[in-house]
């Protein structure tokens, strides 16, 4: 695969990390990265992130913890944000997408509920 690999930590990975070379594999290891990508400022994490303001400066939040959960108290919160990407393979076909694509998955995710 070509590109530079992330991986962003979620709440499960304490254990397995500590017992790999992740430098072998990833640029960086962190709870969230932000980066631009096509102009645009995203923030990366496991989880979402309620307190996540930066939609109002055009910014989005790509997380992936929840999957296609829908029945978690801030899943309206998440349905009403279109900057707020769920990554989680459920929503893209269990394949790589590109950011465009990733918008449209979650577009129509967003819409069925």
Not at 22 to 28: Q, R, T, W
Not at 47 to 61: D, I, T, V
Request: glycine share 6%.
């Amino acid at each position: 695969m070509k590109g530079t690999k992330h991986l962003i930590r979620g709440n499960h990975d304490h254990d397995w990390l500590k017992k790999l070379d992740v430098s072998k594999y990833f640029e960086s290891v962190d709870n969230l990265k932000e980066i631009k990508l096509d102009g645009n400022s995203i923030t990366l994490c496991h989880y979402p992130m309620m307190s996540w303001n930066k939609s109002r400066y055009g910014a989005y939040l790509i997380y992936g913890h929840i999957h296609n959960d829908t029945s978690a108290w801030f899943w309206p919160l998440i349905k009403q944000n279109e900057f707020m990407l769920n990554a989680g393979v459920d929503i893209n076909w269990f394949s790589p997408v590109t950011f465009e694509e990733l918008k449209r998955n979650n577009d129509s995710f967003k819409a069925r509920f």
